[in-house]
């Protein structure tokens, strides 16, 4: 087992503005499913791509991502960006 971290930094952001939390959800989502990435039906925040072996979990501005090989994160940050 490989003890990887991605370091992803937020810039940006509007904090204290009520709907800022949801507006950056759905462009999210939206960016991410165009990628071929779906959300849980039973875990909200966690998310998998339809085959690549990679897994990432969402909670407030922190990522956990699991994944095999590094191509597959590459595309995740080529993604996000």
Same mark, same amino acid.
Request: proline share 4%; glycine share 8%; aromatic share 12%.
């Given at each position: 087992?490989?003890?990887?971290w ?7 952001g ?32 966690? #998310?998998?791509?339809? #085959? ?30």
């Open positions: 087992m490989c003890n990887r991605i370091y992803i930094e937020i810039q940006k509007a904090y204290g503005l009520p709907k800022t939390g949801i507006l950056a959800n759905e462009l999210l989502e939206k960016r991410l499913q165009l990628a071929g990435y779906y959300q849980s039906s039973t875990t909200p925040g966690q #998310w998998q791509h339809k #085959w690549r072996p990679i897994m990432f979990a969402l909670v407030v501005n922190d990522f956990g991502v699991e994944y095999v090989g590094l191509e597959h994160v590459k595309h995740l940050t080529d993604t996000l960006r």
